[in-house]
């Protein structure tokens, strides 16, 4: 099932994968972006970067199962959010290998989806995420995450991540924006989000294996993936850039766009 949506020149799409409808936009003309938000956010945090990139690349950008416009799923994982996003591109049309850029959440999944889909990768940005599996305390926050987000609601997670996901000198309003982006995504959404963050797998030895085109983007005050973890990924990745975005904490695209979008754009010309 496809329903285009009225955007004049662009695409407002959806589509039903493994019972649950996906909802995405297509903006723009050109080799393909596919785009992979964080955890419990939505498509909406790439708004500015697609403005950046629409006059030469076509940007596929999706909500993921559980947030933002699509549907929700009891259980989610990064096995189905990678298959998921293999789906839109086949909904697309695609044939050409895209352009995989995730942040935190999604670039987790952008491991999963250089495991499963390789065939359909041009080249990786992993912004603000880590290949290491979560600790003990990990697994104990995610699944505090979970049940706080089906007892209380989405806002009691948002309560929980807000100051941890944006650089200090954030502004205010930006940090009552992304509150309540996060506040609306679906509590089941979110808490199968939670889990399948805690069931992902080790990333490390896939480091060593990827064979693309790589760049690595972190904010240089992030507090949940510091920049040292972008270091030591770009050893184990061979060729693979880093860029560190100035006053951006966890959400350079948000945060800084121009810069972090600057650096996308550049990555982009030059493995055109």
Not at 39 to 53: C, D, I
Not at 84 to 99: H, Y
Not at 141 to 158: F, I, K, N, W, Y
Not at 161 to 183: C, F, G, N, Y
């Amino acid at each position: 099932m496809i329903v285009p949506g009225a955007l004049a020149m662009d695409r407002d799409m959806q589509t039903l994968i493994d019972q649950c409808a996906i909802h995405f936009d297509v903006v723009g003309d050109g080799p393909p972006v596919l785009f992979a938000h964080g955890f419990p956010l939505s498509g909406r945090m790439w708004a500015a970067t697609v403005e950046a990139l629409r006059d030469r690349w076509r940007c596929v950008v999706p909500d993921l199962r559980g947030h933002g416009r699509s549907g929700t799923s009891p259980a989610a994982s990064m096995t189905r959010y990678a298959d998921d996003l293999a789906g839109v591109l086949d909904v697309v049309g695609e044939k050409q290998p895209a352009v995989f850029v995730g942040l935190s959440m999604g670039g987790m999944i952008g491991f999963e989806f250089f495991r499963r889909h390789r065939r359909r990768l041009r080249a990786l940005v992993l912004a603000d995420t880590r290949a290491t599996p979560d600790t003990p305390e990990g697994l104990e926050r995610r699944e505090r995450m979970a049940q706080a987000a089906l007892t209380h609601g989405s806002r009691a997670v948002a309560d929980m991540m807000i100051e941890q996901l944006m650089a200090p000198e954030a502004a205010k309003a930006l940090r009552d924006e992304w509150h309540a982006v996060m506040s609306r995504t679906p509590p089941a959404g979110l808490a199968a989000a939670a889990r399948a963050l805690a069931g992902r797998p080790d990333s490390v030895p896939t480091l060593a294996r990827i064979d693309c085109p790589t760049l690595l983007v972190f904010g240089e005050q992030d507090a949940l993936t510091p920049p040292s973890l972008g270091e030591e990924m770009q050893k184990r990745i061979a060729g693979a850039r880093l860029a560190v975005i100035p006053g951006a904490g966890h959400l350079p695209p948000v945060e800084q766009p121009d810069t972090f979008n600057a650096a996308l754009r550049g990555f982009l010309e030059q493995i055109a």
